[in-house]
């Protein structure tokens, strides 16, 4: 995940295919668990990278719940500190759009998350990014 390297549809869709099922196997892991940590540092090295999550692109993910598994885990990151809104800004904005070109019911359950990430961390021109 190197911040040189431009990473083109098909690298975005084997990337999400590799990580869906790290996330799904660490998810219940406790935050401390070495495992869960080193797949949160690969996400943060994921979520980071200048060329991932572009808004509008047909990736062939395995599933929709391999959308929203990810994105949770993103909020998780988010609100576990891994990910932080002064230093994480230009990757969280793009996650956002990423997220606003979902179709509409693949958003469904989480108006909340970013209730809660709003509350937790002001920033309505960040927050304000996000449609349902």
């Known amino acids: 995940l ?5 990473f083109d549809t098909q690298d975005r869709t084997n990337l999400v295919k590799a990580f869906s099922p790290l996330i ?5 892991l406790p935050m401390m668990d070495p495992q869960r940590r080193q797949v949160d540092e690969l996400i943060d090295l994921w979520c980071r990278h200048p ?6 692109e047909e990736v062939n993910f395995v599933s929709e719940s391999s959308y929203r ?10 609100a576990d500190g891994g990910l932080t809104l002064d230093r994480d800004r230009a990757a969280i904005e793009r ?12 958003k469904d359950g989480f108006y909340g998350v970013f209730v809660r990430l709003q509350r ?12 349902f």
Do not use: G, M
């Open 24 to 28: 799904s196997h660490t998810r219940k």
């Open 120 to 131: 937790h961390y002001p920033d309505d021109l960040l927050w304000d990014r996000v449609r």
């Open 2 to 6: 190197q911040s040189t390297r431009v």
């Open 69 to 78: 598994a990810c994105l949770f885990r993103i909020a998780l990151r988010i």
């Open 51 to 56: 060329t991932t999550f572009v808004p509008d």
């Open 95 to 106: 996650i956002i759009d990423w997220f606003n070109s979902w179709w509409p019911e693949w």
